[in-house]
């Protein structure tokens, strides 16, 4: 018998209640996995299916500007797919083996760079884009080149082998709660801004 079918009976003993909501939380553990588990299939089918196809119009559902830190599951993975299509398509393309590590996806820096990199190429070669759309895409992307340049160095990741690197040096603790001291008492020395004019009665 399915455990979401299970009936306690009234007044049931605190151990069959706990037994109860031990199965009911499986079962809700099984279906999130399961549902992680379709989306991983579509995720590998959509990437699987961009390989040497060129990069393709960005879906419809996402949002733009696209901000990582605020898309749900569903359209992060239309993004992923979106973004692992074009980032092979372009290091492909415009030869940037040498420039873009092949784990590019592990490093956050270099996830929002091509990004947006993807998201300004997709809006130059739009239908509706002015014809020197793209020639300012190249433009933009040269000084883009010498940043992945740089983070490249700063990565050290070769020939296809991730490492992972962590900056030696670390903000204290506390340092937020400091800014905000200073940020105070910047405002305290300012003056107050000016009311706003009231209205002026309508003369008659």
Request: with cysteine; charged share 25%; net charge negative.
């Amino acid at each position: 018998m399915d455990a979401s079918d299970f009936q306690l009976p009234e007044d049931p003993p605190p151990d069959m209640v706990a037994v109860a909501q031990l199965a009911a939380s499986m079962a809700r553990l099984t279906e999130a996995v399961d549902t992680l588990h379709q989306q991983h299939l579509a995720l590998a089918d959509t990437v699987a299916r961009g390989q040497n196809a060129g990069p393709r119009k960005a879906p419809q559902s996402i949002p733009w500007p696209l901000r990582w830190a605020e898309l749900d599951r569903d359209v992060a993975a239309q993004v992923w797919a979106w973004l692992i299509d074009w980032v092979g398509w372009a290091v492909d393309r415009y030869q940037l083996a040498e420039e873009i590590p092949a784990c590019w996806y592990q490093h956050p820096p270099l996830i929002e760079e091509l990004t947006g990199l993807a998201a300004a190429w997709h809006t130059a070669y739009d239908d509706a884009a002015p014809a020197e759309g793209p020639l300012l895409w190249h433009e933009r992307f040269a000084r883009a080149r010498l940043r992945l340049r740089d983070w490249d160095d700063y990565t050290r990741c070769r020939n296809g082998t991730h490492t992972d690197r962590h900056l030696d040096l670390t903000w204290p603790a506390a340092w937020r709660e400091a800014a905000a001291l200073i940020a105070d008492a910047d405002l305290t020395d300012r003056p107050d801004g000016a009311p706003a004019a009231s209205p002026q009665e309508p003369t008659s």
